[in-house]
């Protein structure tokens, strides 16, 4: 089975902090992870995907994930929080092998606090 | 380039009503999904389309939930009758079909979030 855990519920960090935002996987083969945030009352917007290559993956919005092979992590990551960046982000994997939807994590509300 | 575009926004109805929501994917975008996000959770796959052709609906609730994409293009989800654990946010999204398990980007309308009473 293909799956993704996000351990924090919740995230708070100060303006002009760097910001990070976890997720672990557990996925079979060659990883494809996600990172989507969604903000109040819109759809999922993505942000960057990891397929192969370099570990680091830039994305839109300033935002980078790590991806760790063992440590099988893809946290998200950010040099300098911004107040609007406060939104509910969810790491998302391949829901099986061969599948093309999407398995979602539980998601994480950052706050950016001014 | 047009987004994903869905309606209505908002819909409240009072259980065992009947219910439908309407998607247009991003033009060109050979696969369709429509997703249940219930409050506090991440979103879960109901169905997914590729052309008009159904690819996955094991987690579609047959009884109640029937979807579908008649002409490959715009998309109906159907709910009858509803239930009160029907309430959540239903999400569509869209993707250029590319390889088997290869995941390509999707990119989500802004839901339609259904209040069963």
């Known amino acids: 089975a293909q799956s993704v855990a996000q351990p924090e519920d919740q995230v708070n960090v100060a303006e002009g902090n760097p910001l990070t935002v976890k997720c672990t996987y557990s996925v079979s083969g060659n990883p494809y992870l996600f990172w989507y945030v969604q903000y109040p009352n819109r759809g999922l917007q993505f942000l960057l995907k990891y397929i192969t290559g370099d570990n680091l993956v830039k994305g839109s919005y300033g935002f980078e994930a790590e991806f760790n092979k063992s440590q099988t992590s893809f946290h998200l990551k950010k040099p300098s929080a911004l107040v609007s960046d406060s939104a509910l982000y969810f790491c998302?994997?391949?829901?099986?092998?061969?599948?093309?939807?999407?398995?979602f994590g539980t998601g994480t509300r950052l706050t950016v606090i001014p | 380039e047009a987004g994903v575009a869905q309606s209505p926004r908002y819909k409240i109805i009072e259980k065992r009503q009947s219910v439908a929501f309407w998607c247009n994917p991003i033009?060109?975008?050979?696969?369709l999904y429509w997703y249940q996000q219930i409050l506090g959770q991440g979103p879960k796959l109901l169905i997914q389309?590729?052309?008009?052709?159904?690819?996955?609906d094991s987690q579609l609730p047959k009884d109640r939930f029937s979807a579908e994409r008649l002409k490959g293009v715009d998309s109906t989800l159907k709910i009858q009758p509803a239930k009160l654990e029907d309430s959540a946010v239903y999400l569509c999204?869209?993707?250029?079909?590319?390889?088997?398990?290869?995941?390509?980007?999707?990119?989500f309308g802004p839901g339609t979030r259904l209040t069963v009473l």
């Open positions: 033009s060109g975008h050979a696969t």
């Open positions: 389309f590729q052309n008009n052709g159904v690819v996955d």
């Open positions: 998302a994997s391949p829901a099986g092998t061969g599948a093309n939807n999407l398995f």
């Open positions: 999204a869209s993707s250029l079909p590319g390889l088997a398990g290869r995941a390509d980007t999707q990119y």
